[in-house]
């Protein structure tokens, strides 16, 4: 088949690197000089009209859309309108990532169980009722925001700032929530609306800083599996993927592509953190490499709703994800950094998250700069693996967590086969 892959970032260069896998030839845009090593890289006007005109020029098979702003713009709608088929929900459903209001508003009218919450549109009501609660207190931008719109403010002051620096914008709204205690942990489901099926569990790693302290970020580094038990999974399914698939299809707007479901593991039971609809980034870094089926295959599928959850498998394997991020990262990270990167080894891949070209080479060019990722047969092994991996490259004041793994108690092994 001929993929056209929507995005530019480490979660892209993670799926065209899982269609390569598959035997595809894959067209990118706008892409990044990772993914160009694999795939054809191609210009392009970023607006969701062009893009389809793209895809239909290009006689794509299937699109996929790797960013959340892409969806929220319309992209698989104008897709669809040309008969050409594309994995990713519709405008109207990526509402599930792209407003937190209405997210937590749907949760509510489905039942589906998250933390207690309000939203606000004005700040003085907001700052009030922060006022009356007891911290740690949640607060979240209801837009898109890269992973980064949410304070978890530890003083009531700290709740205040996260409010005054949302409502800057006209419009703006806020949810603001109770905290919940427990392991957080990413599900993500393949579905073409009604038949899903999930990928392992992985778990993310939010703040800048070790110990979970810090801003947070679009994520720092990630395990895959993440080890919840059978029985807990099967909650998962039951309580919050079947009835949110459910609920958006009885709402009008049917869900395909990626819902991903950030859960806290609370003492309740699982419950939603947020909805994003899209793979994570950079959880797609440490999930796609696992995946031993064919990704485009099941992306032209779920697109035609005809996705076979059974032909979906994964390798029995573990891997890590360790993100190398720019200094300044996630306030202004400094662009231009030379780079000077590895052979990696095999079951080994460094996905170029924010790099470009330059005449002097490989340089940095966003916040996070680099996605290394390492398989094997135990999590402890994986991450040794990706820790050295992450240790040759050559990036002058890299940022990177050393605590990967450490909620769950796993750590590096030190001699990785």
Not at 368 to 385: E, F, I, Q, S
Request: charged share 20%.
């Amino acid at each position: 088949m001929r993929v056209l892959v929507i995005g530019g970032g480490g979660r892209e260069h993670a799926i065209v690197h899982a269609c390569v896998r598959a035997g595809h030839e894959v067209l990118c845009t706008p892409g990044n000089p990772g993914i160009a090593e694999m795939a054809r890289v191609i210009g392009s006007a970023q607006d969701a009209a062009s893009l389809a005109q793209l895809a239909r020029a290009e006689e794509t098979d299937v699109v996929i859309v790797g960013p959340e702003a892409y969806l929220a713009a319309g992209v698989v709608d104008e897709c669809e309108a040309l008969g050409i088929p594309a994995f990713g929900p519709s405008r109207a459903a990526s509402r599930l990532e792209g407003d937190k209001a209405w997210s937590k508003a749907f949760m509510h009218r489905h039942g589906i169980p998250t933390a207690a919450h309000h939203t606000f549109s004005d700040l003085g009501a907001a700052e009030a009722h922060v006022a009356a609660l007891t911290p740690p207190i949640v607060v979240k931008d209801v837009g898109l925001k890269a992973g980064k719109g949410v304070t978890i403010a530890h003083t009531t002051e700290e709740a205040r700032a996260g409010l005054r620096d949302i409502f800057t914008q006209p419009g703006a709204q806020a949810v603001i929530e109770d905290f919940m205690t427990g392991q957080e942990v990413t599900v993500l489901a393949l579905t073409d609306g009604t038949a899903y099926a999930l990928t392992p569990p992985s778990q993310d790693h939010k703040t800048i800083h070790e110990g979970d302290t810090g801003p947070m970020t679009g994520g720092m580094g990630v395990i895959c599996p993440f080890p919840i038990s059978p029985e807990a999974l099967d909650v998962v399914r039951r309580t919050i993927i079947e009835p949110t698939l459910a609920g958006m299809s009885a709402d009008g707007h049917p869900f395909r592509g990626v819902l991903y479901a950030g859960l806290m593991l609370t003492p309740q039971g699982p419950k939603v953190v947020e909805f994003n609809a899209r793979f994570g980034d950079p959880e797609a870094e440490a999930v796609l490499p696992l995946l031993d089926s064919d990704l485009a295959r099941h992306a032209l599928d779920a697109a035609r709703g005809q996705l076979r959850p059974q032909d979906v498998h994964f390798r029995d394997a573990a891997s890590a994800t360790i993100i190398l991020a720019a200094p300044g990262y996630p306030g202004e990270p400094r662009k231009g950094i030379p780079l000077t990167l590895p052979e990696p080894g095999p079951d080994e891949i460094i996905y170029h998250a924010g790099t470009t070209g330059s005449a002097a080479g490989l340089v940095s060019s966003g916040g996070r700069v680099l996605a290394v990722t390492a398989v094997a047969d135990t999590l402890n092994g994986a991450l040794g693996r990706a820790y050295t991996l992450a240790g040759r490259v050559n990036f002058p004041g890299a940022q990177l967590r050393r605590d990967i793994g450490a909620r769950i108690g796993a750590a590096p092994d030190p001699t990785p086969v």
